[in-house]
C-alpha cells in the first residue's frame, strides 16, 4: 500500500537562507557604530600647594609647599611633598610638630578614547611634648586646567560623539588630637570653547566615599576646557596638654576616573537596526507557521 504524500499548504516566497542572510545583515550594521574619535591635550596647567600655620607656648610656627609640574605633550602631572619638624619651646615647657604633606594631579591622554585623572592630597601631623597646644590651620588647594580637542580617528569634522566622565572619590580621617574639623572638596567643571558648562561634578563630605558619572554630546572638531581642582582645610583645636603618648592627625582625599570617548549612533542607524530586528522576527513568524 502506497502511503499518501502531503505537500506544504505554503512555500517560502523567498529562500530562507537568503532571507536570513538579509536580516542578520541589517541588525549588524544597526549596531555597528563608527569608531569613536579621540581626545588630545592643546594646552593646560596644574598648580598648587599648600599652607601651615601654628602656636604652641607662646611660639608661631609656619611652613609651605607647592607642587612641581613635569607636564608632557600626552600627560599633564604635577606633585609636590613636604617633611618637616618644628619644636615650639616657651615658659619652661616644649612641644614638637612632626609634619608630612604630600600631593598630586595628573591627566593621561596617552590613549586618546580613555583618557586618566588622578588628584588627592595627604596629610600627617604629629604632635608630642609636655607643653600646650594653641591650635593651627592647614589649608590645601590643587588646580588641573586642560585644553582638549576631539580628534577625527577616521569621521568626517562635526560627527557626534560622547564623553562620559565616571569615577571615585574618597576622603579619610583618623585623629587622637585636637582636631576641630576637616573640609575637603573636589570640582570637576567641563565648558565648550565659549566658556559655557557642560556638565559638572562636586563631592564630597569628609569621611565618606562618592562614585559619579557624568556624560555630555560634543562633536568632531570641538575644544572643550576641563578644569579639576580640590580644596582642604584642616582647623586644629587648642589642648591645654598633648597625651602623654603624643596626639596624631592623619588625612587623605583622593579623586581618580577616566574620561571614555563613544560613538554617538545616528537616526539612521537606528532605523537600519530597528529594520533589522523586524526581519528577524517576520522570520521567526514563517518558521513557526510552517
Not at 613635569?70 to 599633564?76: E, H, P, Y
Not at 569615577?167 to 570653547?193: E, H, I
Request: glycine residues 10%.
Amino acid at each position: 500500500m502506497r502511503l499518501p504524500i502531503r505537500l506544504p499548504t505554503r512555500l517560502p516566497t523567498q529562500p530562507l537562507p537568503t532571507l536570513r542572510r538579509l536580516a542578520l545583515t541589517a541588525a549588524l550594521l544597526g549596531t555597528g557604530l563608527a569608531q569613536a574619535a579621540g581626545l588630545a591635550i592643546t594646552s593646560g596647567s596644574v598648580a598648587g600647594g599648600m599652607a601651615f600655620q601654628a602656636d604652641a607656648n607662646g611660639q608661631q610656627r609656619s611652613s609651605s609647599a607647592s607642587l612641581v609640574e613635569t607636564s608632557s605633550r600626552t600627560v599633564l602631572l604635577g606633585a609636590g611633598a613636604l617633611e618637616i619638624g618644628h619644636v615650639l619651646a616657651g615658659n619652661g615647657q616644649s612641644t614638637s610638630l612632626n609634619q608630612l604633606w604630600a600631593a598630586n594631579a595628573s591627566l593621561d591622554a596617552t590613549a586618546a578614547a580613555n583618557l586618566k585623572f588622578e588628584m588627592g592630597a595627604t596629610s600627617v601631623l604629629e604632635l608630642s611634648g609636655n607643653g600646650q597646644f594653641g591650635g593651627g590651620t592647614e589649608r590645601s588647594n590643587l588646580v588641573l586646567e586642560a585644553g582638549l580637542i576631539v580628534n577625527s580617528t577616521g569621521e568626517t569634522t562635526g560627527t557626534p560623539v560622547r564623553l562620559v566622565f565616571s569615577g571615585t572619590a574618597d576622603s579619610l580621617v583618623n585623629t587622637t588630637g585636637p582636631l576641630l574639623d576637616v573640609q575637603p572638596t573636589f570640582d570637576l567643571v567641563v565648558r565648550d570653547a565659549d566658556s559655557n558648562i557642560l556638565a559638572s561634578w562636586q563631592g564630597l563630605a569628609v569621611g565618606t566615599s562618592a562614585s559619579f558619572s557624568i556624560s555630555l554630546d560634543t562633536r568632531v572638531g570641538d575644544s572643550l576646557w576641563i578644569s579639576l581642582s580640590h580644596d582642604s582645610t584642616h582647623l586644629l583645636g587648642s589642648a591645654a596638654r598633648l597625651a602623654a603618648a603624643g596626639d596624631t592627625l592623619d588625612a587623605t582625599a583622593l579623586l581618580s576616573g577616566t574620561v571614555l570617548v563613544t560613538a554617538v549612533p545616528e537616526p539612521e542607524t537606528y532605523a537600519l537596526f530597528l529594520a533589522g530586528l523586524a526581519a528577524l522576527c517576520l522570520l521567526q513568524m514563517r518558521r513557526r507557521q510552517r
